[in-house]
């Protein structure tokens, strides 16, 4: 059994809660009184897709191939220090989230095999102390800028390092109870990355996923439990079985290509069986157009859904391309990071 001490940040704790369709922190709404071109801004939870805060590699025969350019070397710690020196920046442009995953999410963008070993969890369901110490500087750094992290358990791809379904109903215990045992108070998790793409274990695909969503539900300590939910794949709707029980719901726009279909999707989710007022999320989109009046942002933002901006290098692009592709660049420092965040930080008003 790893045991892994806890030590409560000595800052203040940041509290995030959902009331109806509204994410406030702190006990204010968030973005208040905000809108942008007469849409209410008021209540969202803008972010963008960073699930490579902890990420390493633990299979020796892959690790060269996310050396950095100017050490020829892969390094865990400098990343996710990286990651941490660029948080206030992001919120200083109005990014009050950002997805991070505890088994990371494709280092190449899009990835059909997946060779390399990136888990946070041992075979077992155990944590990692590594993985859970860089976990915590970025968490630590996100409660004193007053951010709210979307923490995602597993990925496709990854699932597989655990070897039955009790080290994944394990795995989940230990994490939602090591975020009790920091007292951390401002994170949303997510289950699964896409919960209905290329899975192994059966409580991670769509027929089953929501019994893991309740199990997270129910583990409180002191009357508090974290907001659980979990994604699909591009363009699908949520089930019932998932909007029953989850606090949020996460939709993804990648192949929405049609901006006019973001809206349609929002309203869809609204018609599925279950479905409450809550908050709706996209926390995963690669369209761009930041610079044309109507792009997949503007058009969440329209439905008043929440964004999420994904981002890799794609083939032949520099490294300070892309949130996705390991090595990352971290800061806002590409032409199309540079887009985003100037749209973001305008339509937020920060």
Known sequence: MVIILSITPSFGQTKVKIKGE???????????????KGHKIEGLLMNSRMVQGVFDDLNS????????????????????????????DWKAHGLLSFTINLQGGSPEGYSKNQPWHNSA???????????????????????????VPILGLFYFGQDQRLEDEAAVIRAVDLAI?????????NVLIEINNECNVRYSHEILKPERVHELISKAKAIERDGFRYYISTSYGGGFIPLPNVVAVADFILLHGNGVSEPEKIGEMVAETKKVKGYHKMPILFNE???????????????SVAAYASWGYFDFRKKGEAFEVGYQSV?????????RKKAFFNLLKDITGY
């Not at 090595?327 to 032409?335: K, N, T």
């Open 61 to 88: 025969e892959t690790i060269e191939k996310w050396e950095y350019p100017d050490t020829g070397k892969w390094d865990a710690d400098r990343n996710t220090a990286e990651f941490v020196k660029n948080m206030a």
């Open 285 to 299: 989109d690669d369209h761009f157009d930041f610079d044309k009046d109507i792009n997949n942002l503007t058009a």
């Open 327 to 335: 090595p990352v660049d971290w800061s806002i420092s590409s032409d």
């Open 22 to 36: 509204k994410f406030y922190i702190n006990g204010k709404v968030t973005y208040s009184g905000q809108k942008w």
């Open 121 to 147: 969890f041992t075979a077992q369901g155990e944590l990692r102390p590594a993985y859970m110490n860089r976990l915590k500087k970025i968490l630590d750094e996100a409660n004193r800028l007053d951010m």
């Open 177 to 185: 109870n090591w975020l009790h045992d920091h007292n951390y108070k």
